[in-house]
């Protein structure tokens, strides 16, 4: 069973624009993850935030956590046609990593 | 470099063949994972490991197989009891933090695309 769920499920903007996804998880967590998958590729690790954090920045990246609503939220800020990718949020489930079904970003030029 | 490599990029199956997709790393991560990606949707876990000689069953695990016999190892076979195997299939690896406190990080390989014909 999937533990994150991503919303929007696709989101389209202009290069320069921010881009905010969010994603709603089920049970208690320690920490959230985020990926970025290009189309056809593997997924690459953004970023990853613990329970007891409520805000992170990597780069043009902001991840922030509510675990009272068990939502996170990812920022981009600038966007660039080269950030056109879908983006997944994961959580540890016991002992395995469970992803939701990801926000699709395209930027446009 | 340290990685983890799928191979094949692309395979083709006829129905009722079994397939064998490689995953190797040479991370010395102790935990490996497959996961099957349809078009346009998420990604569901297949079977982990946490350890040599030692795997666990994901949500989708009927009609597949795996082993762990190497550290480095953990090849996907994808038997032709698995009645719709055309998907994208995705290796992954991480350093094993047990329980639920750790953070598993994954590195993943760049998949592999079974199609059958």
């Known amino acids: 069973s999937q533990q994150g769920e991503e919303d929007p499920q696709a989101l389209s903007i202009q290069e320069g624009e921010n881009a905010t996804m969010n994603c709603s998880y089920k049970t208690s967590i320690n920490n959230l993850q985020w990926y970025r998958q290009n189309s056809g590729r593997g997924l690459v690790h953004l970023i990853l935030?613990?329970?007891?954090?409520r805000e992170k920045h990597s780069g043009r990246l902001r991840v922030t956590l509510d675990t009272s609503k068990k939502s996170s939220s990812l920022l981009i800020t600038a966007s660039r046609a080269a950030d056109t990718a879908s983006y997944f949020c994961a959580t540890k489930d016991n002992n395995d990593m469970r992803f939701g079904a990801g926000t699709r970003l395209t930027v446009k030029p | 470099d340290g990685g983890i490599t799928q191979s094949p990029k692309y395979l083709f199956r006829k129905e009722g063949q079994n397939v064998t997709l490689s995953c190797e790393q040479n991370?010395?991560?102790?935990?490996m994972y497959w996961y099957r990606q349809d078009p346009g949707q998420g990604l569901r876990l297949i079977y982990y490991s946490q350890i040599v000689n030692d795997f666990q069953k994901g949500d989708i695990a009927e009609g597949y197989s795996v082993s762990r016999e190497k550290k480095e190892s953990f090849p996907l076979t994808v038997t032709s009891a698995q009645k719709n195997p055309t998907a994208f299939y995705l290796c992954a690896s991480s350093i094993w933090t047990g329980g639920v406190s750790g953070a598993n990080v994954l590195t993943f390989g760049a998949g592999s695309r079974l199609t059958v014909l």
């Open positions: 935030i613990r329970s007891n954090e």
């Open positions: 991370l010395n991560h102790d935990a």
